[in-house]
């Protein structure tokens, strides 16, 4: 069992890797690297995809690696692997962005990135630090997990999706900010599990167990 953290020059894995690694070892889940290889990437049971920074700076960098998309594609649309995305490698699985300009996604969820409005002006954006989950319906990626369990977020923008049914978890902050979305063999999560502790800990056994 291979599971692939996708690299592609959009922030610091060394933390998502280490927790990704520690995880797969305790769950005898097989083998976890980080790689660039559209070769790896292409024939991995498992693709993550995390992502730091603006939505458009992202998508350019990944789509700058010559057949990296495309072996995610191959990999995650045509033989069905499970996807997990991770903070902005959540948000281009949606199907436009509207950090900066406009920016397509993968359109793999139907929605689009938007800035948080909170409706309270005393709330700072970006949204920064802990907050409670609030789950909105059953996943295997939740199993074990339940509202008001903690998780870690930095971002200004989240995910508003177009179909309920695509969203699996929520927090309150100023209103809902969309957290953990899922569809088919898919799944993205605004936080950061890697740094959420248990909570995320256990989401991350819970996707390198998962088989949709």
Same mark, same amino acid.
């Given at each position: 069992?291979?599971?692939?953290?996708?690299?592609?020059?959009?922030?610091?894995?060394?933390?998502?890797?280490?927790?990704?690694?520690?995880?797969?070892?305790?769950?005898?889940?097989?083998?976890?690297?980080?790689?660039?290889?559209?070769?790896?990437?292409?024939?991995?049971?498992?693709?993550?995809?995390?992502?730091?920074?603006?939505?458009?700076?992202?998508?350019?960098?990944?789509?700058?690696?010559?057949?990296?998309?495309?072996?995610?594609?191959?990999?995650?649309?045509?033989?069905?692997?499970?996807?997990?995305?991770?903070?902005? %490698?959540?948000?281009?699985? +949606?199907?436009? /962005? @509207? =950090?900066? *300009?406009?920016?397509?996604? !993968?359109?793999?969820?139907?929605?689009?990135?938007?800035?948080?409005?909170?409706?309270?002006?005393?709330?700072?954006?970006?949204?920064?630090?802990?907050?409670?989950?609030?789950?909105?319906?059953?996943?295997?990626?939740?199993?074990?997990?339940?509202?008001?369990?903690?998780?870690?977020?930095?971002?200004?923008?989240?995910?508003?999706?177009?179909?309920?049914?695509?969203?699996?978890?929520?927090?309150?902050? %100023?209103?809902?900010?969309? +957290?953990?979305? /899922? @569809? =088919?063999? *898919?799944?993205?999560?605004? !936080?950061?599990?890697?740094?959420?502790?248990?909570?995320?800990?256990?989401?991350?056994?819970?996707?390198?167990?998962?088989?949709?």
């Amino acid at each position: 069992m291979l599971t692939v953290i996708v690299d592609y020059d959009s922030g610091n894995l060394h933390s998502a890797e280490k927790a990704f690694q520690r995880i797969a070892a305790e769950t005898d889940a097989g083998q976890v690297i980080v790689t660039s290889d559209p070769d790896q990437v292409a024939g991995a049971d498992r693709v993550v995809l995390p992502g730091d920074g603006a939505f458009p700076a992202c998508r350019d960098a990944l789509f700058a690696q010559t057949g990296l998309f495309d072996a995610i594609e191959q990999a995650v649309t045509q033989q069905a692997r499970p996807f997990l995305g991770i903070c902005v %490698g959540m948000q281009m699985m +949606a199907t436009t /962005g @509207h =950090e900066y *300009r406009p920016t397509p996604g !993968f359109d793999w969820i139907s929605g689009d990135i938007r800035l948080i409005k909170p409706d309270n002006p005393n709330m700072k954006v970006p949204h920064m630090g802990w907050n409670d989950l609030i789950i909105d319906q059953h996943h295997p990626i939740v199993d074990g997990i339940k509202t008001g369990d903690h998780v870690y977020f930095v971002h200004s923008y989240h995910m508003q999706v177009m179909h309920t049914r695509d969203m699996l978890a929520h927090a309150d902050y %100023g209103g809902p900010i969309t +957290a953990i979305v /899922g @569809h =088919e063999n *898919r799944v993205g999560m605004q !936080f950061h599990p890697e740094k959420s502790q248990q909570a995320g800990l256990r989401m991350i056994a819970n996707f390198l167990k998962w088989r949709p």
